[in-house]
């Protein structure tokens, strides 16, 4: 039941991300090109947005469906280690213009090629797992 | 009748392509909504929960983990994939994804052509260049995904995990990260991608 209104969220999310065009990878072509505003806008004003309501859930206490208080697990800071990572992923980002959300949202709009961007990802993380030790962190 | 008549006209308006505004601030909207539930905002982290349900846990520590737990976010997942068929099939905008001009046209010059060509309508996807039947869109795709899933783990999150949630709770880590995108993403579309597609 609990996770029907996840799915229930997810739905949302993926009609915006639809509708927003976010998952278009000429979107992100061209953002990457800094020929439009349009993603820009998108991100800036769901992170302005986004930090005052979770200022406003911290501020006054709010607890959540689960009982807990808002908060962030902060990561160690760890520059090269976020570089790197970061790098990595834009690299990937930039080439199949599409991160994890929107791949699956894609996949639901019938583009079936995702299947095979999916699994890269998933193969991916699988690699990671297996040379975790040696990359810094 | 009325009633049928705003209904349609309703659906016709919501299926115009959104304004940024109206679109980021319904992924804060999402964010403020999986926060009330208790969750966090973060999608690359069912891939890990994939690798670990088929069993890769016995190569690497690192996917140990009680993949019921994960159930509600790739319950959200499930979701997006039904919300990206919905918006498709009957909300679908009137005409391809507007990119500017100068976008279309440098396009043009590496020999990706935009909209028709490659939109199939909609223009989320240059299908001219991935598709199962070319070997390279094979590759990119694989690839290119295997660099996301990877630095997504690697980094801790992706653009939901960090850009937006990480963001918007001030995280350093989160904001050094997102340079890190757009130095990899900057570095793809002006240098490698040129070469790849050439």
């Known amino acids: ?137 | 009748m009325n009633l049928a008549v705003n209904a349609s006209s309703l659906v016709q308006f919501i299926s115009q392509p959104w304004h940024w505004a109206v679109s980021g601030a319904a992924i804060a909207l999402v964010l403020a909504l999986m926060t009330w539930m208790g969750r966090s905002f973060g999608v690359s982290t069912t891939f890990k929960a994939f690798c670990s349900a088929a069993g890769a846990g016995k190569v690497s520590d690192f996917f140990k983990m009680d993949v019921k737990e994960e159930f509600w976010r790739i319950a959200f997942v499930i979701g997006g994939l039904i919300g990206g068929y919905i918006a498709t099939h009957f909300l679908q905008s009137p005409e391809p994804v507007a990119i500017s001009p100068e976008t279309v046209d440098y396009l043009a010059t590496i020999g990706i052509n935009y909209p028709e060509a490659d939109a199939k309508g909609i223009g989320f996807v240059p299908t001219s260049l991935f598709n199962f039947e070319s070997l390279s869109g094979i590759l990119m795709a694989v690839g290119g995904g295997f660099l996301v899933g990877f630095g997504a783990r690697y980094g801790d999150g992706c653009t939901s995990g960090h850009a937006i949630s990480g963001l918007a709770h001030f995280q350093l880590p989160s904001l050094i990260t997102v340079i890190g995108f757009f130095i990899g993403g900057l570095a793809m579309t002006h240098f490698i991608f040129p070469f790849l597609v050439g």
């Open chain 1, 1 to 137: 039941m609990k996770n029907l209104s996840f799915l229930t969220v997810g739905v949302f999310f993926g009609i915006v991300m639809a509708k927003s065009e976010a998952v278009s990878w000429f979107r992100i072509h061209e953002m990457f090109r800094f020929e439009s505003f349009h993603m820009y806008g998108i991100i800036g004003t769901a992170v302005v947005l986004g930090a005052a309501s979770m200022w406003l859930m911290k501020k006054t206490k709010m607890t959540t469906l689960r009982g807990t208080l808002v908060g962030y697990n902060p990561m160690n800071l760890n520059i090269k280690r976020h570089l790197l990572a970061g790098t990595i992923f834009g690299l990937g980002w930039a080439l199949v213009g599409c991160c994890p959300g929107p791949m699956y949202v894609l996949l639901g709009s019938g583009y079936t090629i995702m299947l095979l961007i999916l699994a890269g990802a998933t193969l991916g993380t699988f690699t990671y797992g297996l040379v975790i030790k040696y990359l810094p962190h």
